[in-house]
């Protein structure tokens, strides 16, 4: 609890000096609901809300070093700057795997996964897109973004924005885990990403073709055809 008072705050853990402040500046953290203010006859009392800490407690976890090996999302991103797509599924899935993976190896935090530790160790010339995916997947639903932002700084000056800590969805686990709840288009859409990647690591010729073919195949009958049919399974249809 804080107390201005003249122009200055009082508080038990200050010293006797007050300490100068901006009451335009403790107005607007006010507006912004960061903190509570009591008025009194000649002291404002300041309380934290809970919204205020909650902010305090992500900017911390945005400064704090990286909660896992991200090693995998690097790779990733990396991967995913060299395809022809950059933003096509088959490149971005993997992405979001490697996400979904950076937290479980945290040990599943409530919050989610602080990106700003992740982004420093992202390369310069792939944090353009790494920055677009995250955005693109904040907007389509598979992930929640926090409060704050992070903006990675590249060695040629540019400012490039993203969220600063983001968490998974249901829809992100429907697409990863088999969650229920994916419509069957995303379904074969996914499918065909899996697909996709597996055949670019597989170094067997024989299992690479066949996995390559039956991608091929699903292309060649049609992404509504195959929803449709996916959807007459989900629903005992067929």
Known sequence: MYLPFRG??????????E??????????????????IDY?????QLTPTPY?????????RTRAGGAADAASIVA?????????????WPAVRPVLEALRGYWQESGYPTHGIALVPIANEIPDEAAPIFAATIRSLTSGGYLARGELGGIIVTDDGRQIAFPGEVALTEKAHAILDGWPGAAPSELVENLLAILTSAAAEESDPVRKTRLESLASAIKDVGLAVTSDVIAKVITGGI
Do not use: C, K, T
Not at 40 to 44: D, E, G, L, P
Not at 52 to 60: A, L
């Open 19 to 36: 300490l100068a402040i901006d009451d335009a500046l403790v107005e607007e953290l006010h507006g912004h609901g960061f903190i509570s």
């Open 52 to 60: 205020g800490r909650n902010v305090i407690e992500e900017e911390d």
């Open 8 to 17: 200055g705050v009082i508080h038990h853990a200050l010293r006797e000096e």
């Open 76 to 88: 990733a991103v990396e991967s995913q700057s060299a395809s022809a797509n950059p933003l096509a």
């Open 40 to 44: 009194h006859a000649n002291s404002w």
